[in-house]
Protein backbone atom coordinates (compact mmCIF):
# COMPACT_ATOMS: atom_id res chain seq x y z
CA UNK A 1 0.00 0.00 0.00
CA UNK A 2 0.65 3.57 -0.92
CA UNK A 3 0.23 5.44 2.42
CA UNK A 4 -0.14 9.09 2.42
CA UNK A 5 -0.43 11.89 5.02
CA UNK A 6 -2.58 15.08 4.04
CA UNK A 7 -4.43 18.13 5.14
CA UNK A 8 -7.84 18.18 3.63
CA UNK A 9 -10.01 20.84 2.20
CA UNK A 10 -10.68 21.58 6.08
CA UNK A 11 -7.23 21.84 7.13
CA UNK A 12 -7.46 18.48 9.11
CA UNK A 13 -4.71 16.42 9.06
CA UNK A 14 -5.78 12.69 7.56
CA UNK A 15 -4.49 9.48 6.17
CA UNK A 16 -5.17 7.95 2.75
CA UNK A 17 -3.97 5.86 0.17
CA UNK A 18 -5.37 5.48 -3.59
CA UNK A 19 -4.16 9.17 -4.30
CA UNK A 20 -5.92 10.67 -7.95
CA UNK A 21 -7.34 13.38 -9.14
CA UNK A 22 -6.28 15.42 -6.03
CA UNK A 23 -8.60 13.04 -3.81
CA UNK A 24 -7.49 10.09 -1.56
CA UNK A 25 -9.36 7.16 -0.07
CA UNK A 26 -9.53 8.01 3.92
CA UNK A 27 -7.56 5.43 6.15
CA UNK A 28 -8.80 5.46 9.79
CA UNK A 29 -6.63 4.98 12.23
CA UNK A 30 -2.70 5.78 13.26
CA UNK A 31 0.28 4.71 11.37
CA UNK A 32 1.96 2.85 14.07
CA UNK A 33 -1.27 1.05 16.17
CA UNK A 34 -2.81 0.24 12.83
CA UNK A 35 -4.82 2.00 9.93
CA UNK A 36 -8.16 0.28 8.48
CA UNK A 37 -10.49 1.74 5.40
CA UNK A 38 -12.40 4.39 5.68
CA UNK A 39 -15.73 5.00 3.62
CA UNK A 40 -15.33 7.71 1.54
CA UNK A 41 -12.95 10.06 -0.27
CA UNK A 42 -11.73 13.50 0.48
CA UNK A 43 -9.92 16.18 -1.49
CA UNK A 44 -5.72 16.48 -0.74
CA UNK A 45 -4.90 20.36 -0.33
CA UNK A 46 -1.65 19.55 0.59
CA UNK A 47 0.84 16.38 1.41
CA UNK A 48 2.29 16.25 4.44
CA UNK A 49 5.30 13.95 5.62
CA UNK A 50 4.39 10.17 5.79
CA UNK A 51 5.71 9.80 9.43
CA UNK A 52 6.81 12.12 12.42
CA UNK A 53 9.90 10.33 13.31
CA UNK A 54 10.59 9.47 17.22
CA UNK A 55 14.11 9.48 16.27
CA UNK A 56 16.30 10.00 12.80
CA UNK A 57 19.31 7.97 12.55
CA UNK A 58 21.63 8.44 9.85
CA UNK A 59 23.88 6.63 8.32
CA UNK A 60 27.27 7.94 6.66
CA UNK A 61 29.96 6.21 3.61
CA UNK A 62 26.98 3.73 2.46
CA UNK A 63 27.43 3.63 -0.90
CA UNK A 64 30.39 2.11 -2.49
CA UNK A 65 30.31 4.76 -5.21
CA UNK A 66 30.01 7.36 -2.84
CA UNK A 67 32.95 6.68 -0.90
CA UNK A 68 35.20 6.04 -3.85
CA UNK A 69 34.28 9.96 -4.86
CA UNK A 70 34.87 11.12 -1.29
CA UNK A 71 38.59 9.29 -0.92
CA UNK A 72 37.13 7.49 2.00
CA UNK A 73 37.66 3.81 2.64
CA UNK A 74 34.68 1.51 3.14
CA UNK A 75 33.32 0.96 6.59
CA UNK A 76 34.19 -1.82 8.97
CA UNK A 77 30.71 -0.90 10.72
CA UNK A 78 27.83 1.62 10.00
CA UNK A 79 29.31 5.18 10.42
CA UNK A 80 26.10 6.62 12.71
CA UNK A 81 24.95 10.02 13.58
CA UNK A 82 21.66 11.50 13.80
CA UNK A 83 19.66 14.67 12.73
CA UNK A 84 16.77 16.34 15.45
CA UNK A 85 13.10 15.07 14.30
CA UNK A 86 12.35 18.73 14.07
CA UNK A 87 14.67 18.87 11.19
CA UNK A 88 11.53 17.13 9.32
CA UNK A 89 10.25 18.98 6.24
CA UNK A 90 6.68 18.61 3.82
CA UNK A 91 7.21 17.45 0.40
CA UNK A 92 6.30 21.01 -2.11
CA UNK A 93 7.52 22.86 0.96
CA UNK A 94 10.61 24.87 1.16
CA UNK A 95 13.94 24.01 1.97
CA UNK A 96 15.45 27.16 3.85
CA UNK A 97 18.94 27.75 3.95
CA UNK A 98 21.09 28.12 7.03
CA UNK A 99 20.87 31.49 9.35
CA UNK A 100 22.55 34.48 8.41
CA UNK A 101 25.07 33.93 10.91
CA UNK A 102 26.41 30.84 9.02
CA UNK A 103 29.36 32.95 6.87
CA UNK A 104 30.20 29.61 4.53
CA UNK A 105 27.03 27.31 4.61
CA UNK A 106 27.70 25.20 1.43
CA UNK A 107 24.28 23.72 1.43
CA UNK A 108 24.15 20.22 -0.25
CA UNK A 109 21.90 17.20 -1.19
CA UNK A 110 21.52 13.84 -0.74
CA UNK A 111 19.08 11.52 -1.64
CA UNK A 112 18.20 8.78 0.54
CA UNK A 113 16.00 5.71 1.06
CA UNK A 114 14.70 6.15 4.26
CA UNK A 115 13.30 3.03 6.14
CA UNK A 116 10.63 3.21 8.72
CA UNK A 117 10.41 1.11 11.94
CA UNK A 118 6.59 0.19 12.60
CA UNK A 119 7.97 -2.59 15.70
CA UNK A 120 9.94 -1.78 18.52
CA UNK A 121 13.17 -3.47 18.00
CA UNK A 122 16.39 -4.74 19.96
CA UNK A 123 18.73 -7.37 19.46
CA UNK A 124 17.41 -8.25 15.82
CA UNK A 125 18.98 -11.06 14.33
CA UNK A 126 19.62 -10.03 10.31
CA UNK A 127 17.33 -12.65 9.12
CA UNK A 128 14.06 -11.14 10.46
CA UNK A 129 15.04 -7.27 10.42
CA UNK A 130 12.93 -6.69 8.01
CA UNK A 131 9.78 -7.80 9.66
CA UNK A 132 10.27 -4.69 11.58
CA UNK A 133 9.40 -2.13 9.00
CA UNK A 134 6.59 -0.46 8.54
CA UNK A 135 7.57 0.64 5.07
CA UNK A 136 9.99 3.31 3.07
CA UNK A 137 9.72 6.54 1.71
CA UNK A 138 12.16 9.26 0.55
CA UNK A 139 13.86 11.75 2.25
CA UNK A 140 16.21 14.25 1.36
CA UNK A 141 19.55 14.35 4.08
CA UNK A 142 20.00 18.17 3.62
CA UNK A 143 23.96 19.28 4.79
CA UNK A 144 25.28 22.20 5.46
CA UNK A 145 29.03 21.28 4.44
CA UNK A 146 30.71 23.90 6.49
CA UNK A 147 28.82 23.49 9.45
CA UNK A 148 29.24 19.59 9.54
CA UNK A 149 32.79 19.70 9.33
CA UNK A 150 34.03 22.49 11.45
CA UNK A 151 30.83 23.48 13.66
CA UNK A 152 29.91 20.56 15.62
CA UNK A 153 33.22 20.17 17.49
CA UNK A 154 33.83 17.03 14.78
CA UNK A 155 30.19 15.70 15.22
CA UNK A 156 27.90 16.51 12.03
CA UNK A 157 24.47 16.49 13.85
CA UNK A 158 24.60 20.56 14.15
CA UNK A 159 24.99 20.68 10.21
CA UNK A 160 22.44 18.18 9.71
CA UNK A 161 19.66 19.48 11.42
CA UNK A 162 18.46 22.67 10.61
CA UNK A 163 14.74 23.56 10.64
CA UNK A 164 13.66 22.06 7.43
CA UNK A 165 16.97 19.60 6.57
CA UNK A 166 15.21 16.75 6.92
CA UNK A 167 12.20 16.54 3.47
CA UNK A 168 10.44 13.04 3.46
CA UNK A 169 8.10 11.96 1.54
CA UNK A 170 5.84 12.04 -0.95
CA UNK A 171 4.62 8.51 0.47
CA UNK A 172 5.22 5.56 2.70
CA UNK A 173 5.28 2.31 0.75
CA UNK A 174 4.71 -0.71 2.60
CA UNK A 175 6.65 -4.09 2.31
CA UNK A 176 4.41 -6.27 0.50
CA UNK A 177 4.80 -3.64 -2.57
CA UNK A 178 8.47 -3.10 -1.67
CA UNK A 179 9.82 -6.73 -0.75
CA UNK A 180 13.13 -6.17 -1.97
CA UNK A 181 15.13 -2.68 -0.58
CA UNK A 182 18.46 -3.49 -2.28
CA UNK A 183 16.86 -3.13 -5.80
CA UNK A 184 16.52 0.26 -6.33
CA UNK A 185 17.34 2.62 -8.57
CA UNK A 186 17.79 6.30 -6.36
CA UNK A 187 18.32 9.77 -8.00
CA UNK A 188 18.55 13.45 -7.53
CA UNK A 189 17.54 16.12 -9.84
CA UNK A 190 18.72 19.59 -8.86
CA UNK A 191 16.89 22.30 -11.88
CA UNK A 192 16.07 19.62 -14.05
CA UNK A 193 19.37 18.46 -14.32
CA UNK A 194 20.83 14.69 -12.84
CA UNK A 195 22.90 14.90 -10.51
CA UNK A 196 23.06 11.21 -8.50
CA UNK A 197 21.84 8.28 -9.54
CA UNK A 198 22.56 5.17 -8.61
CA UNK A 199 20.94 1.67 -6.90
CA UNK A 200 20.57 0.64 -3.53
CA UNK A 201 22.34 -2.47 -4.43
CA UNK A 202 25.31 -0.01 -4.19
CA UNK A 203 24.91 -0.29 0.28
CA UNK A 204 27.91 -1.49 2.18
CA UNK A 205 25.65 -2.48 4.34
CA UNK A 206 21.91 -3.73 3.50
CA UNK A 207 19.20 -2.35 5.51
CA UNK A 208 18.32 -5.40 7.53
CA UNK A 209 22.03 -5.27 8.37
CA UNK A 210 21.42 -1.84 9.35
CA UNK A 211 18.50 -2.52 11.79
CA UNK A 212 20.38 -5.59 13.52
CA UNK A 213 23.57 -3.58 13.54
CA UNK A 214 21.47 -0.79 15.42
CA UNK A 215 19.62 -2.60 17.67
CA UNK A 216 21.99 -4.28 19.31
CA UNK A 217 21.58 -3.50 22.82
CA UNK A 218 19.82 -0.39 21.89
CA UNK A 219 15.74 -0.36 21.91
CA UNK A 220 14.69 1.57 18.13
CA UNK A 221 10.85 2.52 19.18
CA UNK A 222 8.57 2.37 16.55
CA UNK A 223 8.16 5.65 14.77
CA UNK A 224 12.33 5.74 14.40
CA UNK A 225 13.46 6.62 10.61
CA UNK A 226 16.83 5.12 9.55
CA UNK A 227 18.67 7.38 6.87
CA UNK A 228 20.44 4.66 4.91
CA UNK A 229 23.14 6.58 2.96
CA UNK A 230 24.13 8.40 -0.28
CA UNK A 231 25.45 7.59 -3.34
CA UNK A 232 27.88 9.42 -5.49
CA UNK A 233 27.47 12.76 -7.31
CA UNK A 234 26.60 15.21 -4.24
CA UNK A 235 27.74 18.80 -4.30
CA UNK A 236 30.73 19.07 -2.37
CA UNK A 237 32.17 16.49 -3.97
CA UNK A 238 32.13 17.91 -7.89
CA UNK A 239 34.34 20.18 -9.63
CA UNK A 240 33.26 22.60 -9.28
CA UNK A 241 31.29 22.24 -6.52
CA UNK A 242 27.67 22.59 -6.38
CA UNK A 243 25.70 24.03 -3.51
CA UNK A 244 22.05 24.90 -2.85
CA UNK A 245 20.93 28.30 -3.90
CA UNK A 246 17.68 30.11 -3.66
CA UNK A 247 15.45 29.83 -6.57
CA UNK A 248 16.64 26.08 -6.58
CA UNK A 249 14.20 23.19 -7.16
CA UNK A 250 15.31 19.34 -6.18
CA UNK A 251 13.32 16.25 -7.14
CA UNK A 252 14.30 13.00 -5.56
CA UNK A 253 13.43 9.82 -6.89
CA UNK A 254 13.33 5.90 -5.78
CA UNK A 255 11.92 3.64 -7.58
CA UNK A 256 8.81 1.82 -6.79
CA UNK A 257 8.46 4.95 -4.01
CA UNK A 258 7.76 8.36 -6.14
CA UNK A 259 9.46 12.11 -6.56
CA UNK A 260 10.12 14.06 -3.69
CA UNK A 261 9.96 17.89 -4.97
CA UNK A 262 11.17 20.79 -2.23
CA UNK A 263 12.17 24.41 -3.83
CA UNK A 264 15.11 26.05 -2.03
CA UNK A 265 14.58 30.13 -0.06
CA UNK A 266 16.36 31.58 2.11
CA UNK A 267 16.34 31.46 5.81
Sequence with gaps: MRIIRFVDDH?????GHDLHDDTAALLEGEVLTGLRPGTRRAPVARLLAPVEPRAILCIGLNYRDHARETGQ???ERPVLFMKNPAAVQDPGEPIRLVPAFVERPEVDFEVELAVVLG???RDVPVETALDHVLGY?????????QVQKHGGGGQWVRGKSYDTFCPLGPALVTPEDLPDPQALRLSTRLNGEVMQDSSTAEMVFTVAELIADLSTGTTLLPGTVILTGTPHGVGFARDPRVFLKPGDVLEL???KIGVLKNPVMRW
Design 11 to 15: DIKRW
Design 73 to 75: PLP
Design 119 to 121: RAA
Design 137 to 145: TVANDVSAR
Design 253 to 255: EIE
